[in-house]
Every structure is written in structure tokens, then in C-alpha cells.
């Protein structure tokens, strides 16, 4: 029996994103994503209530400012105390992983998919996704992006602005574009 793409996607495969059932997951998250976003803040406390039935998991005391948007939702697992700031976008093909205590600077991106480099096949819709994983306690820098398959380690900062393509070490500070290490503990 075929792989249907959701099952290429979650198994790190190459899939295409143009497909019906990756489609109506991605209009659920819409709908929780518009729902979150368009709440009063006293009605949405930490986060929307569709996004908390979304999330594959959320800990006590996650926060998530609005705006906010996720591609699908069911790939991202929050630790207790996750702060995310306004303009956070979490494009989660594959999974995400943010650890206990960690805290995103406003306009954080995380990227888990990448289409692929031969155009022909690109307007396919060919794309894959890669995992990422931010340990306990790590703070990310207003306007940061984090590619697909980096694992950040506890402990670590990420400078503001930085584009983070590798992993980094526990501890590890990194600034830059591409980030670079600037100090370690």
C-alpha cells in the first residue's frame, strides 16, 4: 500500500505539500490560528482554546502572544512555561519541540520544511521537512530564525536577528548570519 503524504512527511521523506489532506490540516490550524489571533486577550488567557486542542502538547504556564501563526499545529510540543512573543510562526512540517522555560523574542521563525532545489520539481509541490528541538531554559532573540534539523541546546541563547542553520550547544551563545558561536558556559 502507498504512503499517503502526511505519513512521507512525518516520516522525513519527500512528499507534496499540494495534496488534500495536508490541506485540511493546514485550514484547521488556520481556524485555531485566526481564532487566537482575533480574541480579546482577556478572553484568550495564554492561548486560544482551539490551538490548545491543536498542539500536540502544551505544559502549564505556556504563553503564547498574538499574532501567532503555525502551518499545522499538531507537530509542536510546548514544555511548561514556554513564552512565545508577538509574531512568532512556527512552520511545522516535522516536529518541534520548545523545552521547559524557554522564551521566543517577538517575530521568532522556526522552518522544518524546505522545497526542493530543482525548480521542475519544486512547482510539484516536492518538499521535505526536518525536525527541530529547543532544549530547557533557552532564550531566542526577537526576529531569529531557526531552520529544520537544528536541536538547540539548554541553556543556549540565540542573538536577535540570527539565523541559526546548524545545532548549537547547551550553554552556547550565537549571533549572526549565519549564527556563529559567541560564547559558551
Not at 502544551?58 to 502551518?71: K, L, S
Not at 510540543?77 to 522555560?101: F, H, K, M, Q
Request: charged residues 15%; hydrophobic residues 40%.
Amino acid at each position: 500500500m502507498a504512503e499517503s503524504e502526511r505519513q512521507k512527511m512525518a516520516a522525513g521523506e519527500w512528499y507534496c505539500c499540494l495534496d488534500p489532506e495536508l490541506e485540511a490540516l493546514r485550514a484547521s490550524a488556520r481556524d485555531a490560528v485566526h481564532q487566537h489571533n482575533m480574541m480579546s486577550p482577556v478572553q484568550r488567557g495564554s492561548f486560544g482554546p482551539m490551538l490548545s486542542t491543536l498542539f500536540a502538547g502544551a505544559g502549564a504556564g505556556t504563553f503564547i502572544e498574538a499574532p501567532f501563526h503555525c502551518t499545522y499545529g499538531i507537530n509542536i510540543w510546548l514544555g511548561p512555561r514556554v513564552y512565545l512573543n508577538a509574531g512568532c510562526t512556527i512552520l511545522d512540517s516535522a516536529s518541534v519541540r520548545i523545552g521547559e522555560g524557554s522564551m521566543l523574542g517577538p517575530g521568532v521563525q522556526i522552518y522544518c520544511p524546505e522545497h526542493h532545489k530543482d525548480p521542475a520539481l519544486r512547482s510539484t509541490g516536492l518538499e521535505i521537512a526536518r525536525p527541530v528541538e529547543i532544549g530547557k531554559n533557552v532564550w531566542i532573540g526577537g526576529s531569529a530564525i531557526i531552520l529544520g534539523g537544528v536541536t538547540i541546546g539548554d541553556g543556549a541563547i540565540v542573538g536577535a536577528g540570527s539565523v541559526v542553520t546548524k545545532s548549537v550547544a547547551a550553554g552556547a551563545t550565537v549571533v549572526g548570519n549565519p549564527a556563529r558561536v559567541l560564547s559558551t558556559t
